[in-house]
């Protein structure tokens, strides 16, 4: 499955924006999808992430309650809305595919098979 990340931007803090992950082949509708950023000098972190059906969504502590998972597997596309953010969340931004999705693990990147090119998301003061 090919992915394609999209929606960056720059935007003042407590601004929001809205992230696009679209996914071309593949079996799309049958798994996680995972948001990883990696600001600069620091390693890819996890974001959050959406079970297959997109009835269940999980978040790290540090965006809760800010940011929110779709997915719409009929367009092939998972979302993440970014609201309230900080210059903290300044960082790429990288959605991943995960066809063996686990809660316990879902927070490690090598686990996700796929991943789309990077968006960029810059929150100035």
């Known amino acids: 499955v090919q992915l394609q990340a999209s929606g960056g931007g720059l935007v003042q803090a407590g601004g929001s924006l809205r992230l696009s992950c679209k996914a071309s082949?593949?079996?799309?509708?049958?798994?996680?999808i995972g948001w990883f950023r990696q600001a600069p000098g620091k390693e890819r972190e996890f974001v959050g992430a959406?079970?297959?059906?997109?009835?269940?969504?999980w978040f790290a502590d540090s965006v809760k309650g800010r940011f929110s998972i779709s997915r719409d597997n009929a367009e092939n596309m998972v979302q993440l809305q970014m609201n309230n953010l900080k210059t903290e969340d300044t960082a790429v931004y990288y959605c991943?595919?995960?066809?063996?999705?686990?809660?316990?693990?879902?927070?490690?990147?090598?686990?996700?098979?796929?991943w789309g090119k990077g968006t960029l998301v810059t929150v100035s003061s």
């Open positions: 959406i079970n297959w059906s997109g009835v269940n969504t």
């Open positions: 991943g595919a995960n066809p063996k999705f686990s809660v316990a693990t879902m927070s490690e990147s090598f686990r996700y098979d796929w």
């Open positions: 082949g593949g079996a799309f509708s049958t798994y996680a």
